[in-house]
C-alpha cells in the first residue's frame, strides 16, 4: 500500500520552529517530486514549498521564503519542511504530497496524487 505518513506538527510560540516529516512507504521516492501544502478551514489549500525529484530545484511561497526550508533524504525516504521563525498566519494544517514519475518531475510537479493525513500546526503565544 502506498502511503505518507506526516509527523511534527503542533503547538509553538510565534518565533519558534518546528521540522515536519512525510515518511513514504510502499515506494521509493527517488523518483518523484515532493511538495508541501497547507490549508485554513473555509479556506483554499496553498502550496508552500516543493523539490525536484534530484533535489536540484526548490521552490517557496512568497510568505514563507527565508523561514521555510524543504529538504528530502531519499536514503531514509523521508522528506521534511524545516519552519522556523513561525508566525500565527502559519497555523494550518499541512500536508505532504508527491508528483506522477511519469507526469513530471519537476518543483512544482504538475500532480500531485499521494497525499498525506495531514498534521496541524498551530503558532499561538
Known amino acids: 500500500q502506498l502511503q505518507l505518513v506526516e509527523s511534527g506538527g503542533g503547538l509553538v510560540q510565534p518565533g519558534g520552529s518546528l521540522r515536519l516529516s512525510c515518511a513514504a512507504s510502499?515506494?521509493?521516492?527517488?523518483?518523484?517530486?515532493i511538495g508541501w501544502f497547507r490549508q485554513v478551514p473555509g479556506k483554499e489549500r496553498e502550496g508552500v514549498s516543493c523539490i525536484s525529484s534530484s533535489g536540484t530545484s526548490t521552490d517557496y511561497a512568497d510568505s514563507v521564503k527565508g523561514r521555510f526550508t524543504i529538504s528530502r533524504d531519499d536514503a531514509r525516504n523521508t522528506f521534511y519542511l524545516q519552519m522556523n521563525g513561525l508566525k500565527p498566519e502559519d497555523s494550518a494544517i499541512y500536508y505532504c504530497a508527491v508528483g506522477v514519475p511519469s507526469v513530471d518531475r519537476m518543483c512544482p510537479s504538475r500532480r500531485y496524487e499521494l497525499w498525506g493525513q495531514g498534521t496541524q500546526v498551530t503558532v499561538s503565544s
Open positions: 510502499g515506494f521509493t521516492l527517488d523518483y518523484y517530486a
